[in-house]
């Protein structure tokens, strides 16, 4: 088994004997554990982005593990979630994994298969965590962009020539030429294709171009 990353597994089950159990498995593979005695009280929570998962009974008295996760995930919380349950079901197994489940374990569980599973869930928010940080760095340098800037690096993207986007923009084409240079820069990028993907990574490529004056 690889090392464990340094995690926090959130466990929620109305089960305390249970808690104190998995607990116990999970602190002597690496984990940082934190037991939660109800869906109601992790939700009163701040959504947090620490590394990690949540533990997640499917039979609670509050509210059902399948409504905690869309409560979750409406809330905030990105931390894939690991079901367990001593009264799984076929439907509800395929539920829970539709929603996005890593896992649906069967209690009792063996130590082995619940840190497997851990695993993966963290490696999982491990590559979320990466994405989530790539994408804020590329809006950032969008962000950066004057609206000029950003009307002409759009026309580009979309395939226009620099004689379009003047002509849309009643602007010269030397003043074309120089927002695009500026904006590629700021953006660091060296090609359309790479401009291209920056800024469909970011959602923007359906957004409206015009003259500034009229926005």
């Keep these: ?5 340094a995690a926090t597994v959130f466990a929620v089950d109305d089960d305390e004997s249970f808690l104190t159990a998995i607990g116990r ?11 939660v005695p109800s869906p109601s009280a992790f939700l009163e929570r701040q959504p947090s982005s620490v590394l990690g998962c949540l533990l997640v ?4 008295p509050d509210m059902t593990g399948l409504e905690f996760q869309q409560r979750l995930r409406a809330s905030g919380w990105t ?4 079901f367990l349950s001593g009264q799984g079901t076929i ?8 929603g996005g489940a890593v896992d649906f374990l069967t209690k009792p569980v063996r130590s082995e298969d619940l840190l497997n599973a851990v695993g993966e869930a963290v490696e999982r ?4 965590l990466a994405t989530a940080q790539e994408l804020a760095g590329l809006r950032a340098r969008y962000e950066s962009l004057t609206p ?8 580009v993207a979309r395939g226009q020539l620099n004689k379009q986007i003047a002509y849309d923009l009643n602007l010269t084409l030397a003043t074309i030429k120089f927002h695009r240079a500026r904006g590629l820069i700021k953006l660091g990028v060296n090609s359309v294709p790479e401009l291209v993907l920056l800024l469909d990574k970011i959602g923007v490529l359906e957004a409206p171009i015009g003259p ?4």
Excluded: F
């Design 1 to 5: 088994m690889t090392q464990p990353l």
């Design 25 to 35: 498995v999970l602190r002597l593979g690496g984990y940082t554990v934190e037991p």
């Design 57 to 60: 009974d499917l039979q609670m």
């Design 79 to 82: 931390q894939p979630v690991i």
């Design 91 to 98: 439907p509800a197994t395929t539920q829970a994994l539709k």
């Design 125 to 128: 928010h491990k590559g979320m």
């Design 148 to 155: 000029r800037e950003r009307e002409v690096c759009l026309g």
């Design 212 to 215: 500034v004056a009229q926005r």
